[in-house]
């Protein structure tokens, strides 16, 4: 069955970087991209960006470039999200989803179970 | 960026009810659209995408309707396990958008 798995939580000071990983099961890893969204607390959902596994390409969010970077490693089904210069307003849940496909339309079809990240002094 | 606005941003039903959400997008956006499920501590769960196309494994009280700016989310008789929140999301072009949710309480 399709599994994604993230890691565990993360406590980070401000100006610090964050990175957080997913890794897929029970699919072709290289055929599907991957999202990522967070959610603060209490918030709703916001999209960060995309990665293809297959060669890396990355679309990310205009709010996030910059601090932003997605890569991928084929050889362990793992994507990875960086976040870099934390703040107080980077504590979230962060998801990585599958992107499944019908015909032109996407939707996110697996999701990981999320990370907690939280940024204090 | 395509806005989505979600409508309402809560309400309060008894089982059994027949609830609607809608979402609006700013732009055209043909049928791409989808709607997921979130309840408290968990990831969201896909209900429907392509507008009115639902997802294995979802029960036929949920559906969809709605192409080009105007979307609905129909539950036709809600049962105690639909106490959740409702976002829908925009997957027309970068960035894909989220409206903002709708919590359905008892």
């Known amino acids: 069955q399709v599994q994604l798995v993230q890691s565990g939580a993360e406590v980070k000071k401000p100006g610090a970087s964050v990175k957080v990983s997913c890794t897929a099961s029970?699919?072709?890893?290289?055929?599907?991209?991957i999202h990522w969204m967070r959610q603060a607390p209490g918030q709703g959902l916001e999209w960060m960006g995309i990665?293809?596994?297959?060669?890396?390409?990355?679309t990310y969010a205009q709010k996030f470039q910059g601090r932003v970077t997605m890569t991928s490693d084929t050889s362990t089904s793992t994507v990875y999200m960086e976040l870099s210069s934390l703040s107080s307003e980077d504590t979230a849940m962060y998801y990585c989803?599958?992107?499944?496909?019908?015909?032109?339309?996407?939707?996110?079809?697996?999701w990981g179970q999320g990370t907690l990240v939280t940024v204090s002094s | 960026a395509i806005q989505m606005t979600q409508s309402p941003s809560s309400l309060s039903a008894s089982v059994g009810d027949r609830v609607t959400i809608t979402c609006r997008a700013s732009q055209g956006i043909r049928n791409d659209l989808g709607w997921y499920q979130q309840k408290p501590g968990k990831a969201p769960k896909l209900l429907i995408y392509?507008?009115?196309s639902l997802q294995g494994g979802v029960p036929s009280r949920f559906s969809g309707s709605g192409s080009g700016t105007d979307f609905t989310l129909t539950i036709s008789s809600l049962q105690p396990e639909d106490f959740a929140t409702y976002y829908c999301?925009?997957?027309?072009?970068?960035?894909?958008?989220f409206g903002q949710g709708t919590k359905v309480e008892i």
């Open positions: 989803a599958k992107r499944g496909v019908v015909g032109s339309t996407a939707f996110f079809d697996y």
């Open positions: 392509g507008a009115s």
């Open positions: 990665i293809n596994p297959s060669g890396g390409s990355t």
């Open positions: 029970g699919y072709t890893f290289t055929n599907y991209y």
């Open positions: 999301l925009q997957d027309y072009n970068y960035p894909w958008t």
